[in-house]
């Protein structure tokens, strides 16, 4: 009985354990749902704040300029050349085999110089043969001259007649026109003689040497290239559209990029009245001081500052806007974004570009002086949207 009793015993259920269980099984079961209760009600909220949370415009800082006057006086640079004031070609006026060349490429010389002379030998023997034939037109005019004084004495006492005198009378006059062709003939083979002597006309410099010892040259041929130490001035091409605004005697400052520290003040001297390349006019300016540092051939840059005269027939007044600030239309139209302090907005405003350098653009209509445009991003700007201007120290239109 004692052992049946055991057994019987161990079988039995254990209702501690069962309540326990029971009351952990609850427990996870009301966590559970708590949890899921929580995150629905998070969605749900979070759902209900998106669609009640009103959208709002992206508000744009906007780079501005304030829009101002401008006087329409523009300055254009053109490069042009130096060259000396003093400058020529030197040649003989004689032909003939040169026989001593006194200078080289580069040399100075003084006024009255040699440069270069011809053999001498021909010319000695023209000159010297001129006078020859002087000499024989001297003696004949001697002979016709005694002639005609013992005609002259003769007629007059009747012992000869009229026509004898006049014979020896003109035999005088041809002898004594002989002697003056004798004359010039001796003069042109002295001046033909000094002729076969180059010699320099002012102080200069040789810029080019053409010519060589026993050289057989031509009357007239370029035998040196000289520059003169008179100065330099500048010579410059401008535009056909430029040329109405020069005059002579105006005064323009000229740069030279070989050196930057030089600053000159150039003089119009000279304006050409017809075109050359590309539709341009010569201009010629002389210079004011010529550094050492300068030199003919040099490149120089003239600034020409000019009122320019808009071609529109507008009454609004020219303005300056910066090339990014213009936006393009249709039909080859232009736009800028004018900002409106009332509303805080930019609004597109069709305008009349009239002319563009560098960066800048004139606009002749649809602008006025005080007025704040966009200069950057205009491309993602819209007509009516709102914006900022971009710089917190400026003050903000309310």
């Not at 744009?60 to 400058?87: C, D, F, N, S, Y």
């Not at 003696?139 to 005609?151: C, H, I, K």
């Amino acid at each position: 009985m004692a052992l049946n009793d055991k057994v019987m015993h161990a079988k039995q259920p254990r209702p501690d354990l069962d309540i326990m269980l029971m009351t952990n099984f609850l427990k996870w079961e009301f966590v559970v749902k708590i949890s899921i209760a929580i995150v629905v009600s998070l969605l749900a909220l979070s759902a209900c704040s998106e669609q009640s949370a009103p959208s709002k415009e992206t508000i744009r800082p906007i780079a501005w300029t304030e829009v101002k006057a401008h006087a329409l006086t523009q300055m254009r640079r053109l490069a042009g050349t130096t060259a000396a004031v003093e400058k020529a070609s030197l040649s003989f006026l004689v032909g003939g085999k040169v026989s001593t060349v006194a200078v080289k490429l580069g040399q100075s010389f003084k006024q009255g110089d040699v440069l270069a002379t011809l053999d001498q030998r021909s010319f000695t023997l023209n000159y010297q043969s001129a006078q020859a034939k002087l000499e024989q037109a001297r003696s004949a005019l001697n002979e016709t001259q005694n002639e005609y004084q013992r005609y002259k004495e003769l007629v007059a006492k009747g012992l000869v007649s009229q026509s004898g005198f006049d014979n020896a009378e003109a035999a005088y006059r041809s002898a004594r026109s002989n002697v003056d062709v004798a004359q010039s003939q001796v003069d042109l083979a002295q001046k033909d003689r000094q002729d076969s002597t180059l010699r320099a006309p002012y102080d200069g410099v040789i810029t080019k040497r053409i010519v060589e010892p026993s050289q057989q040259i031509s009357p007239g041929q370029s035998v040196f290239e000289i520059e003169g130490k008179g100065g330099l001035e500048v010579q410059v091409l401008v535009p056909e559209g430029l040329i109405q605004q020069l005059t002579d005697g105006m005064s323009v400052p000229v740069h030279f990029p070989a050196a930057p520290e030089v600053n000159l003040t150039g003089v119009i001297s000279e304006v050409g009245t017809r075109a050359e390349t590309a539709n341009a006019f010569p201009i010629t300016l002389l210079l004011y001081g010529s550094p050492p540092e300068l030199r003919a051939g040099m490149t120089a840059e003239v600034d020409i500052t000019y009122t320019r005269k808009t071609h529109l027939n507008t009454n609004h007044e020219t303005v300056i806007v910066p090339l990014s600030a213009l936006g393009a239309g249709q039909k080859q139209s232009q736009f800028v974004f004018v900002y409106h302090s009332d509303s805080q907005m930019v609004h597109k405003r069709q305008v009349v570009a009239d002319n563009v350098l560098g960066n800048q653009v004139y606009i002749s209509d649809g602008l006025s002086a005080g007025e704040i445009i966009a200069v950057a991003g205009v491309a993602f700007l819209r007509d009516g949207q709102s914006v900022t201007l971009l710089d917190a120290n400026i003050q903000r239109f309310n």
